[in-house]
């Protein structure tokens, strides 16, 4: 692989997703903010990536950005059955019901947004749940970490600001999503991505994002 590198933010769910991979698999793969290149919108950084989004990959003159796609790049191709496209439709169900309404999580919303976004994430969960226990887990990758289980990042956004800003229990009536957090929570590199976003999270508390959004602070403590 030719010099590689990664453009996240610790506190990006959708980083987190890669940054598991590459400390999974241990890949001779860079991880830099893209502040060093003058942030997302900069001309440095447009002139790779356009969209001006992380995560974003540069392996040599090959230059990729949305996390499906450098996920697919990155995996080794998943054995055929059932498991595999299990995998992908909780990812997929991830990105298209979850993705479009993330940022009423964090950004001033209306009603309608809130309303909107919060009927998207119960449907999400839903979903997982639903497809865990068809495949009984614990984990997507039935024993080992797979593409599916690779939403965990976002779930620490779901975790610190659900409960604490909208009275919304993120397990309740789903146990199989349950006792798949549980054995998220008992992988090592699970923990170490879950404690940079935890991390982040924080940071934002501390700058009063969540308090001028929602007229409080919170504590993270969900790991």
Partial sequence: ???????????S?????????IYRLELPIDIRDPRELGG????????KFPTGKIPALEVGDLKLYESSVILDYLLPSPAEGERKYYNLLAARVHDIYHGAHQPILYRESSEEQRSAGLQAFRFTLDELDRIL???K???FGGEEI????LVYPTFGFYLHILPNY????????RDSLGAWWAAIKRDSICQKVLSEIAAGLQEWEDAGVFSKIYGKVSNVDFI
Avoid at 13 to 21: F, L
Avoid at 40 to 47: N, P
Avoid at 146 to 149: I, S, Y
């Fill in 1 to 11: 692989m030719d010099k590689s590198v990664l453009y996240s933010y610790p506190i």
């Fill in 13 to 21: 769910n959708y980083s987190g997703m890669v940054r598991d991979v």
């Fill in 40 to 47: 997302l919108k900069a001309q440095e950084y447009l002139a």
């Fill in 133 to 135: 226990e068809l495949m």
């Fill in 137 to 139: 887990g614990p984990l």
């Fill in 146 to 149: 797979g593409r599916g289980d």
């Fill in 166 to 173: 909208y009275d919304f229990d993120v397990f309740t009536g």
